[in-house]
């Protein structure tokens, strides 16, 4: 009885009370998702495992001899060996990666997956190949194991790239699709598309998170939605050159040579005079000398401030929390003293008539309970209205929104022993 | 039947210090007591007194004993002890307004399944059933007084505790309120009254003064 | 009111108002920070192919602070703004373009002498410097107010601003439209979380004020009935209490907007709160009144 007639004297101020809970506790959530996608976007690339020293490996041949060694088959492999070496080194991550387009027969994507969309190039569109079919330059990016994970991918739907099982020379590749594929192309879906002027059959396997970026060409923030992401084999030594040979002689000279142009992590307590000397060694041993270093300084620097700037934000985020849930805290307790002075009649009323004092604290806890399931029930019901999904998010918020209901019960309840326990003096003091 | 013993209080003034309120005093409410009235200057304490005996008030020196029995001067034991044979008339009537005359006087009965009859038994009793669906709002000031009478007599208590019961009314509405207490003292209900009025304490079977911290017997 | 009750009134207002302030100093920095992980950009931005005459001529389709940037060199953009001013712009030191041309914009590691730097033969004088700090994305580039730069013939620019590739698709149909999203902020969620807590802390600023309205009609009220029986008109009572918390509304907008002007001048953010606070002071206002009225009604009743 006591529940009905509470709410039915209080229920405005009960019901600012739950609207700013549940309010903050969205605010909470929004934060607490945040977070979680700052952790997810410092994995993804910048974390301290990316603070390396990066050097860009380049051949340097003039175009005579980058023809005769394409054509000579020891000196490739001479090429192969010298890659596959730097990749197996322990010092080193070969982090190899090329932008090649791929160009697909009927391709079923608009526009924005053309490989001069939101670039400085034209777009190209659809247009008719030497056989008459329709085909279209798509943005890919062929890279190797190390890349992969250099750059902390992951896939949202399907199944990662069994790198072991990668086999240029059977015609057929996975591959993974930026998210924006989605609806475009289905998973084990096969695209017809030429890779390095090689036509192979493409099996999606699987799409990548949304937002998936890398270091790429300078640029620190590359995103693959849009991109098809074409596998390296996992050695180039060990390749069935047969095999490949059938497809095209030429393709294992192009497949080398694209994968040399590569980027070298190190580790940052190897100078540059010791990584020379261990690619020299490399070099001896495999025949292959015609290369050149380049440090890359910016990628550190660009980097920590890109590390930066999602920590600014992180920081300008978290901040703004902290003083709505001050401000919060200080218009309920405003709000739980307006509350109070109303039920502190009815309080005395029923001690004066012979109840005691925590029975008389228990006739407002059924107003509290609902209150703090009407705020926990609306919280969880917007929560899942908003953009940003997250359970780990919703779960944070339901619980300091708990703790919450647990400080304001207690701050409650002793309001109202006080209450019971002080005397009200009438008259004038003597 | 109720009997305090060696009770003292002090209490503090707003200006800080301390002040002595009773000093061994010593109140029995006898079994051949009707009604007591308890006089004395304001701040004597005697609304204070009346809260020891109400049970509402748990610090103090001494005893409180109820049929022979020293009680256990905790709030959760005084509050069971005043649920069971104490009723409660307040100056200020201290009823609810955000619910009814009946409703109000239902409080006054412990949870139980006649509550309703019990509530109407009592309003009948005090000549106010026709006031059962109003609100406290719109009661004149004998009304709610009448109110809140019943709502102390409905659970049917052995001792009514009144602090100055008529202390906000007109000589005649007063007049009626004590004509109603003669009537429930004959029907078996004691009352202890806290009044500065000479005119009430005149009409009760004893009258105490509390004076230097002590109650002394008065004689008209 | 009494003493107490006002303070208590103003201390809510002032609440209110501080969050606003503060919410709006959080916006205001949020967007400069995306700025420059967007490398400037902070709409929608899309490559199109037209003349900078083509858009001038179409600015009234477009949206204040929209603007147009072309590549001249590496590192080296020349911007037009079609619409508005161009606010977000992380700064460091001096302050954004005017939209006088001749000024420039550039990062902490370019060489500037006596404020000025010479491009392609011409000086343009430095009225800022580019980057949230010193070390920024920001850090090698040069922005150049100068028309001249852009090319009479049609080229590819880039447009930037609010709903930038819808207006242009709108204003010139059937063109290419290539729209770019590829900034730091698209990392993480940050784009979708900040509208949210903005729109969640207005929220929580408006309940602010409308608490402090009801609460202090309420109050009024009660001096205000006591006034009434002493035989003072309604109106007059009313009046009377409205210009109390009229003025306590007054004191804590102008404290805000004090405080505001206070951060535009340390910070370089270019920060206007003018019409929330004065929205807030209303709301204030307006329900205080409100109930005081629908309270009053009761009195001859």
Request: aromatic fraction near 6%; charge should be negative.
């Given at each position: ?29 929004n ?77 079923r ?62 015609g ?24 390095i ?48 040979d ?75 929390l ?45 107003s ?20 940003n ?13 708990l ?28 | ?154 659970k ?9 019961p ?6 005649t ?10 009537r ?9 009254i ?27 | ?7 208590a ?22 967007r ?75 990062g ?72 770019i ?29 409308v ?19 002493t ?31 206070v ?39």
């Open positions: 009885m006591e529940l009905l007639n509470d709410l039915r004297s209080n229920w405005a101020i009960i019901v600012a009370k739950i609207v700013l809970l549940v309010l903050l506790a969205l605010c909470w959530y934060v607490a998702s945040f977070t979680q996608s700052t952790s997810q976007a410092v994995a993804q690339g910048l974390s301290a495992d990316a603070d390396v020293d990066l050097y860009t490996v380049i051949d340097d041949l003039a175009p005579d001899a980058f023809e005769a060694i394409r054509r000579d088959q020891a000196a490739l492999d001479g090429v192969a060996s010298f890659v596959d070496r730097i990749d197996d080194d322990p010092g080193f991550d070969f982090i190899s990666s090329y932008d090649q387009p791929v160009t697909v027969q009927d391709f994507g608009d526009d924005r997956f053309d490989v001069g969309y939101g670039t400085e190039y034209t777009l190209k569109g659809k247009y008719q190949d030497e056989s008459g079919r329709t085909v279209q330059d798509i943005k890919s990016i062929q890279l190797n194991e190390t890349a992969y994970e250099f750059a902390g991918l992951s896939v949202q739907d399907g199944k990662p790239i069994e790198w072991d099982g990668v086999d240029w020379g059977s057929r590749i996975p591959v993974l699709l930026g998210n924006e594929y989605r609806g475009v192309y289905e998973l084990g879906e096969r695209l017809t598309g030429a890779v002027l090689q036509e192979q059959e493409l099996e999606v396997v699987g799409f990548l998170e949304p937002d998936s970026a890398l270091y790429f060409r300078s640029e620190a923030n590359h995103y693959l939605d849009d991109t098809v992401l074409v596998p390296y084999p996992p050695t180039l030594a060990g390749l069935d050159r047969a095999a490949l059938r497809l095209d002689p030429e393709l294992f000279g192009r497949l080398v040579f694209q994968v040399l142009n590569a980027d070298l992590a190190v580790d940052r307590s190897l100078d540059l005079g010791g990584v020379v000397a261990r690619l020299d060694e490399i070099g001896d041993d495999t025949g292959f000398r015609s290369y050149t270093l380049l440090g890359v300084p910016t990628y550190l620097v660009q980097l920590s401030l890109v590390r930066q700037l999602i920590q600014d934000n992180l920081v300008l985020v978290t901040a703004l902290v003083v709505l849930t001050a401000g919060v805290g200080i218009i309920t307790a405003f709000l739980h003293r307006l509350l109070h002075n109303r039920r502190a009649p009815v309080a005395r009323v029923h001690h004066l008539l012979g109840r005691s004092p925590d029975a008389t604290n228990r006739l407002f806890r059924a509290r309970l609902t209150e703090y399931t009407a705020a926990l029930g609306l919280f969880l019901a917007t929560s899942a209205l908003l953009p999904d997250s359970a780990t998010a919703r779960l944070g918020a339901s619980t300091v929104l703790l919450w209901c647990v400080v304001d019960d207690a701050v409650s309840r002793r309001a109202v022993r006080v209450e019971l326990t002080t005397q009200r003096r009438r008259g004038t003091p003597r | 039947m109720i009997v305090l013993r060696d009770v003292s209080k002090t209490i503090t003034e707003p200006d800080g210090s301390t002040r002595a309120l009773f000093d061994r005093l010593d109140f029995d409410l006898r079994e051949d007591d009707r009604s007591v009235a308890i006089t004395g200057r304001s701040g004597s304490g005697k609304s204070t007194l009346l809260r020891i005996l109400a049970g509402l008030d748990t610090d103090f020196g001494g005893t409180y004993e109820h049929n022979g029995h020293v009680l256990e001067r905790t709030p959760r034991r005084m509050a069971a002890h005043r649920l069971r044979h104490i009723g409660i008339v307040t100056q200020d009537h201290s009823l609810l307004s955000d619910r009814s005359v009946l409703d109000n006087v239902r409080l006054g009965v412990p949870a139980r399944a006649d509550s309703a009859d019990r509530a109407c038994e009592a309003l009948d009793a005090v000549g106010i059933s026709h006031l059962a669906g109003k609100r406290p709002r719109r009661l004149s000031g004998g009304e709610a007084q009448r109110v809140a009478i019943a709502r102390a007599i409905a049917r208590p052995t001792v009514v505790l009144a602090d100055e008529t202390g906000a009314l007109d000589e509405t007063e007049d009626d309120v004590l004509a109603l207490f003669d429930l003292q004959q029907a078996g209900t004691k009352f202890v806290v009044t500065h009025s000479e005119r009430v304490a005149q009409r009760c079977g004893r009258r105490l003064q509390l004076q230097h911290e002590q109650l002394i017997a008065r004689d008209y | 009111m009494t003493k107490q009750q006002i303070t009134i103003a201390g809510l207002l002032l609440l209110a108002m501080l969050l606003t302030v503060l919410i709006g100093v959080f916006d205001a920095r949020r400069v920070i995306a700025a420059e992980g967007n490398d400037l950009r902070t709409g929608q931005s899309a490559w199109v192919t037209a003349t900078l005459d083509d858009l001038e001529r179409a600015r009234s389709a477009f949206e204040p602070g929209t603007k147009v940037f072309v590549e001249l060199e590496d590192g080296v953009r020349a911007v037009a703004i079609l619409s508005g001013q161009w606010t977000d712009v992380p700064l460091h030191d001096g302050h954004a373009l005017t939209g006088r041309p001749g000024e420039a914009l550039v902490a590691a370019v060489d500037v002498r006596d404020e000025d730097i010479t491009v392609g033969g011409k000086t343009y004088n430095v009225v800022g410097r580019l980057g949230v700090r010193g070390d920024s994305l920001l850090s090698d580039d040069v922005v150049l107010a100068d028309p001249s730069r852009f090319s009479a013939s049609p080229q590819r620019l880039l447009l930037d601003g609010p709903s930038s590739a819808r207006h242009y698709s709108a204003a010139f149909p059937g063109r290419s439209v290539e729209i999203d590829d900034g730091t902020n698209r990392r993480t969620n940050v784009d979708a979380v900040s509208p949210i807590l903005v729109a969640l802390g207005s929220l929580v600023v408006v309940l602010i004020a608490v402090a309205g009801l609460q202090a009609g309420r109050w009024e009220l009660r001096t205000a009935a006591v006034r009434f029986t035989g003072i008109r309604p109106l007059t009572t009313l009046r009377s209490a409205a210009i109390r918390v009229g003025v306590i509304s007054i004191a804590a907008s102008t404290t805000a907007l004090a405080g505001a002007a951060v535009r001048q340390t910070t370089i953010l270019d920060l206007d709160v003018t019409t929330a606070v004065v929205a807030v002071g209303t709301v204030v206002l307006a329900v205080s009144v409100t109930s005081l009225w629908q309270g009053s009604r009761r009195w001859n009743s």
